[in-house]
């Protein structure tokens, strides 16, 4: 499963560099997830690190994007090696 951004957000700035994918970014109006490199932080840490320090609580699963815990280690092991590879 991937993560997403509810427009509750208050554009704080605290989610995006915790996000050890690089999957969170300023979009237009407010900071969005890419679906693709978002892991729920499966492979760094026990829990999804932009959702412990959101203040407002804006950030749940997205269902166009509901993945297995397998399917997760999957995307963590092919985001790892893209960035071995630079």
């Not at 995006?16 to 969005?32: D, K, R, T, V």
């Not at 997830?33 to 997205?62: L, M, R, Y």
């Amino acid at each position: 499963m991937a993560l997403i951004i509810t427009d509750e957000c208050i554009n704080c700035d605290v989610c995006e560099p915790e996000c050890p994918n690089e999957a969170i970014f300023l979009g237009p109006e407010i900071y969005e997830i890419d679906p693709h490199k978002c892991t729920e932080c499966v492979g760094h840490f026990d829990e999804p690190q932009c959702v412990q320090v959101c203040p407002v609580a804006c950030i749940p699963i997205n269902p166009s994007f509901v993945e297995d815990r397998e399917t997760l280690w999957q995307k963590y092991r092919r985001l790892q090696l893209e960035v071995k590879r630079l």
